[in-house]
């Protein structure tokens, strides 16, 4: 499952929030509230949990765009953790991944940091993400990972994307299907912006030219 925003969604006005001065002219409208953001990623853990909860949890973040959902993520599973009868042991890596197309055939996927990623044998590895396109960057990692034997490997993405160049591939856990826009917020950048910016908002055309590298 997972909270879908329509095509049509209008979202929110930006001076409904607060949103930083410095970004106010760059922005449609506020598409996925912070506090929207927080609930559904609270939702998640306690299914990551119930799912995953009888053994070693090694959770893999997917930087950089991953960090802000991965912090939070960890933080309502370290909460579940000590408010339950049950609880999961958790340890952190951080993997960057950077792929190169040089045409649409071939998607080479170069993984860059992450202890040795031969330590995930035999473990229950959650790989955190903060956005699924087209879904082959995932699909390159997953046969990666699958090379290290590890018990078991979930894949949560705080959004997925409507897209029709998917190439169908879907998480285990899914906080929101998203229109095909170009989104930016809670740790989603342009050319690095936007990351300081707690909501999940559409991009204006302007900006894109402003910011453009």
Avoid: W
């Amino acid at each position: 499952g997972a909270t879908r925003i329509a095509d049509d969604e209008k979202g929110h006005e930006l001076d409904l929030f607060c949103v930083p001065k410095h970004y106010e002219n760059d922005l449609e409208r506020v598409i996925i509230p912070h506090g929207l953001i927080m609930d559904r990623t609270e939702r998640l853990a306690r299914d990551i949990v119930r799912d995953m909860g009888g053994h070693h949890i090694v959770a893999l973040c997917v930087l950089k765009g991953g960090y802000k959902f991965f912090a939070d993520l960890l933080d309502y599973i370290t909460a579940l953790n000590q408010n339950s009868d049950k609880s999961v042991p958790l340890t952190v890596d951080f993997i960057r991944v950077k792929s190169y197309c040089n045409d649409q055939s071939t998607n080479r996927v170069k993984v860059i940091g992450g202890d040795e990623l031969s330590k995930l044998s035999g473990k229950n590895v959650l790989i955190v993400e903060d956005i699924v396109e087209t879904g082959r960057t995932m699909e390159t990692l997953l046969s990666l990972l699958s090379d290290c034997k590890p018990k078991m490997v979930k894949v949560v993405s705080l959004l997925v994307k409507r897209t029709p160049r998917s190439s169908g591939y879907r998480p285990d856990y899914i906080g929101f299907e998203v229109p095909d826009a170009f989104l930016v917020g809670y740790a989603l950048d342009y050319n690095e912006y936007f990351r300081d910016l707690s909501h999940i908002c559409i991009l204006n055309d302007r900006a894109k030219e402003k910011y453009k590298v």
